[in-house]
């Protein structure tokens, strides 16, 4: 009986121990947020809120990437693309 409890104890140890290196060495996503500066809504605050969403899942590493102001040369707006996993678009 103590074999047995003394077994699965280990077991437990291991399976606890092999997830929790597991969790560590997932990815995170790398996150690039696009936010237009138009009036038609409150981006700032909903841009935060959904950072901070996203990051407290633990899964995703959020960049913001603003366009420019309303009326200003879209020519100018040249993020990199290719550093992000997901592309987030918040206009």
């Not at 104890?9 to 237009?36: D, F, P, R």
């Not at 960049?63 to 020519?75: H, K, L, R, S, Y």
Request: glycine content about 8%; aromatic content about 10%; some cysteine.
């Amino acid at each position: 009986m103590k074999t047995r409890l003394t077994l699965i104890l280990v077991l437990l140890i291991y399976i606890g121990a092999a997830s929790h290196t597991h969790a560590q060495q997932k990815k995170v996503i790398k996150t690039m947020m696009i936010a237009g500066q138009d009036g038609s809504h409150y981006w700032q605050g909903a841009c935060e809120a959904m950072k901070q969403i996203l990051e407290n899942s633990g899964m995703f590493k959020v960049d913001f990437a603003f366009t420019p102001d309303f009326g200003g040369d879209i020519a100018t707006f040249k993020p990199d693309f290719h550093q992000y996993d997901l592309i987030v678009i918040n206009l």
